[in-house]
């Protein structure tokens, strides 16, 4: 085949001209040459040689390299992907082994095959999910299996987080990769109050899903001295009482050393709203995470007692807001609290990028001083 013989250092600049005009070949790749430049395949259909346009680069005829698959689109029927090539997925979710991928309507028909090629392309990649949408109580995913690799079609599976290992399962336990960013952010705040009171925190995170955000705060050496942790949702238990299990066991306390048990430590399946039904819970909290999105902010003012007095502590949250209401909202956090009594030492409410854009994503971040 006919290739454009170009100095490597240029090989993109060749590369977007040929693909502007039409004239590279899709079916083989760039050749490294031995004299430091690069030969870009071309068709037929290319100008000749000889023409200006080549900057005076030299064509040769080398045997095709044939390019590898770098999308799962290059395993797929290609009349089909140009016929539908406006309604085929472009993003897809990976949680561990199981791929979940949203299909319009009108390529849903060749769900099996476009979940076919996404194995090809993906060999870590065990189980392939249409996402029909969220269902149900706990506001869970419906998933219906498409292809498996090895015919289990379970959606339980392990994702490595942050350094953390965490069991998820889509199908039946609110799990958001998109949120380990926030988990960053409620480690960096956990480490300025550790540092602030200088002594290790007592944790309560009562919405905590399968245990990410316990993941990143118990991974770090000396921060986490107890625990009270829980969710509604029995499959959520299940896989936050294994995930927490995990992670406690790897503790290590500031020198690295294996630490002092966790104290209170505590598990539950509950409604959040319950912690404070058992006197030994109220007043022994230092950092509180309302993970509800919805109804965080109602939640807060029955929350609030869990938190220690007479010493700073901190509440952080998430909220979905309708964005004429963001001040209104503000103003009921800020209430919530000032009712008690507190001096609020910070406030922070702030939007989470990249959700909706009808609706904002909001974290709040409170720092307060409760009194007796
Ligand atoms: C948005 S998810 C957050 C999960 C987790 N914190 C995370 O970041 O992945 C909210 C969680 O709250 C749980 N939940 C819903 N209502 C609850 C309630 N009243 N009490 C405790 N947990 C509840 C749901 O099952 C879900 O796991």
């Keep these: 085949m006919r290739h454009l013989s170009v100095p490597s250092a240029q090989t993109q600049h060749w590369l977007e001209l040929c693909r502007a005009n039409h004239w590279n070949s899709n079916h083989a790749g760039v050749t490294r040459l031995e004299d430091g430049r690069s030969a870009i395949p071309i068709l037929d259909s290319a100008p000749p040689p000889s023409d200006l346009i080549w900057n005076g680069n030299p064509h040769l005829e080398l045997a095709t390299q044939p390019k590898r698959p770098s999308h799962w689109l290059d395993h797929f029927d290609s009349e089909l992907a140009a016929k539908h090539s406006e309604d085929l997925p472009r993003s897809y979710e990976i949680q561990g082994d199981v791929l979940i991928v949203k299909l319009e309507e009108t390529v849903s028909k060749y769900g099996e095959m476009i979940a076919d090629a996404m194995l090809t392309q993906l060999p870590s990649i065990r189980l392939v999910c249409a996402d029909l949408g969220v269902k149900g109580e706990y506001r869970v995913r419906e998933l219906q299996p498409l292809a498996s690799r090895d015919g289990t079609v379970t959606t339980r599976t392990r994702i490595k987080e942050n350094g953390y290992l965490l069991w998820v399962d889509p199908s039946n336990v609110y799990f958001s990769s998109r949120l380990s960013n926030e988990r960053i952010e409620t480690l960096a705040s956990a480490n300025h109050l550790r540092a602030h009171l200088e002594r290790p925190l007592v944790v309560c995170d009562p919405y905590a899903g399968v245990g990410p955000s316990m993941g990143a705060l118990l991974s770090e050496d000396g921060l986490v001295s107890g625990c009270l942790v829980g969710d ?22 500031s020198q690295g050393n294996p630490p002092s048990p966790l104290q209170p430590m505590e598990v539950a399946c509950r409604d959040a709203k319950q912690w404070l039904q058992n006197p030994q819970n109220l007043g022994v909290v230092d950092l509180l995470l309302v993970n509800l999105p919805h109804h965080s902010i109602d939640h807060i003012p029955t929350l609030l007692p869990l938190l220690k007095t007479n010493q700073t502590t901190v509440l952080r949250g998430w909220a979905i807001v309708d964005r004429a209401e963001i001040l209104e909202k503000e103003d009921d956090i800020r209430n919530s609290i000032l009712s008690l009594g507190a001096r609020v030492e910070k406030f922070a409410f702030t939007e989470v990028k990249g959700f909706s854009t009808t609706k904002s994503f909001m974290c709040f971040e409170v720092w307060m001083n409760l009194p007796a």
């Excluded at 509604?232 to 306390?253: C, I, Q, Y």
């Design 232 to 253: 509604l949702n029995p499959e959520a238990f299940e896989l936050l009482e294994l995930n927490l299990e995990h992670l406690s066991r790897r503790r290590k306390d």
